[in-house]
């Protein structure tokens, strides 16, 4: 009873001492597709969980310690670049030609400026090369050999192509290509949702009020032609504006940037008023979904309030504040 009494004691006073407090609070993706008890095994969904907790530990660790929103979210992406269970950084997926080209884009919810690559072959961690062309560059958007180069001269981290390799990547391609090559060009064709997804992300809120989103990707598999997606195109893939709200995307590119869903989120906040549930459910099982589109969102709003919807079968997904922490990878919330 003793041991019970001292239990509840330090309990209530932990949560005493977290309301008096700021709220911190990081949000997490792994991407969103065809995600099913059938296509993973125990130990592979064992892995997802421990890298999406690594990766909101990351994060948080920077909120916890007085750090930036900004750096929180670079700081989980960066783990999630660095594994080869998603489809960013070491495990990009191919293009038709065997390389990796990937994309990454981040926003600052204080000042709206923003920073993002495309196309990039030999940054390790394009996220960085994203906040670099924000920070150090009067531009917001760079691509390919430029951006590569750009990257180089900040005194980033390069790598040669084969660096991002993967033999489960590469079995995707082979199977991409093979679908194709029955159909035509994977540019005038519409590929099965298993070549269509995969990106990471992170929203965040620092102590100080700040809103920050970023969003890094290898694109789709077998694409061609220079083929970007949603995830460096800001308002589309990624969103951040204090007070109002932050989102990352992830999905079917071609829809989030007709639809331009990180910014609509956004919009359905700052002029209906609307809180983040209700804004990002009806544009991710509304507007997304009417159009054919497919894939997710998460979304921070001014409050810490976390909102990760989606209309896969899954999203590897993940949140973290002052009060709790989870990781999850099926079913809507």
């Known amino acids: 009873?003793?041991?019970?009494?001292?239990?509840?004691?330090?309990?209530?006073?932990?949560?005493?001492?977290?309301?008096?407090?700021?709220?911190?609070?990081?949000a997490i993706h792994g991407g969103a597709g065809t995600i099913t008890r059938a296509n993973l095994s125990p130990d592979q969904e064992k892995a997802y969980h421990a890298k999406l907790t690594q990766a909101l530990n990351a994060g948080y660790a920077v909120l916890d310690k007085g750090g930036s929103s900004l750096d929180a979210v670079q700081a989980a992406i960066m783990v999630m670049e660095d594994s080869p269970l998603?489809?960013?950084?070491?495990?990009?997926?191919?293009?038709?030609?065997?390389?990796?080209?990937l994309d990454a884009s981040i926003m600052d919810g204080k000042t709206l400026n923003a920073g993002a690559v495309a196309g990039v072959k030999t940054v390790k961690h394009p996220i960085l090369a994203a906040y670099k062309v924000m920070m150090d560059s009067p531009h917001v958007l760079l691509s390919g050999a430029g951006a590569d180069a750009f990257a180089k001269s900040e005194g980033l981290d390069t790598v040669n192509n084969h660096y991002f390799d993967t033999e489960a990547r590469k079995r995707a391609l082979d199977k991409a290509k093979k679908a194709i090559s029955q159909t035509g060009y994977q540019a005038r064709n519409y590929l099965a949702g298993d070549y269509k997804y995969g990106t990471v992300g992170a929203v965040a809120l620092d102590a100080n009020g700040n809103l920050a989103a970023a969003t890094s990707t290898g694109g789709m598999t077998a694409k061609r032609y220079g083929r970007i997606g949603?995830?460096?195109?800001?308002?589309?893939?990624?969103y951040a504006e204090n007070g109002v709200c932050a989102v990352?995307?992830?999905?079917?590119?071609?829809?989030?940037?007709?639809?331009?869903?990180?910014?609509?989120?956004?919009?359905?906040?700052?002029y209906q008023g609307k809180d983040?549930?209700?804004?990002?459910?009806?544009?991710?099982?509304?507007?997304?979904?009417?159009?054919?589109?497919?894939?997710?969102?998460?979304?921070?709003?001014?409050?810490?309030?976390?909102?990760?919807?989606?209309?896969?079968?899954?999203?590897?997904?993940?949140?973290?504040?002052?009060?709790?922490?989870?990781?999850?990878?099926?079913?809507?919330?």
Request: hydrophobic share 35%.
């Open 1 to 26: 009873m003793k041991t019970l009494l001292c239990s509840l004691l330090l309990g209530a006073a932990f949560g005493a001492q977290a309301a008096d407090k700021p709220p911190i609070a990081i």
């Open 86 to 101: 998603f489809n960013a950084g070491k495990g990009a997926v191919y293009n038709w030609d065997g390389e990796h080209e």
């Open 230 to 238: 949603d995830s460096p195109i800001i308002g589309a893939g990624t």
């Open 248 to 270: 990352s995307s992830t999905g079917h590119g071609e829809y989030f940037i007709r639809l331009n869903i990180a910014a609509d989120i956004c919009a359905r906040v700052r």
């Open 276 to 333: 983040v549930t209700t804004a990002a459910n009806e544009v991710i099982h509304g507007r997304l979904q009417s159009l054919g589109g497919t894939g997710g969102v998460i979304v921070m709003g001014a409050d810490g309030s976390i909102t990760q919807p989606f209309n896969t079968e899954g999203m590897y997904r993940g949140y973290k504040t002052r009060t709790e922490e989870k990781t999850l990878i099926y079913g809507n919330p």
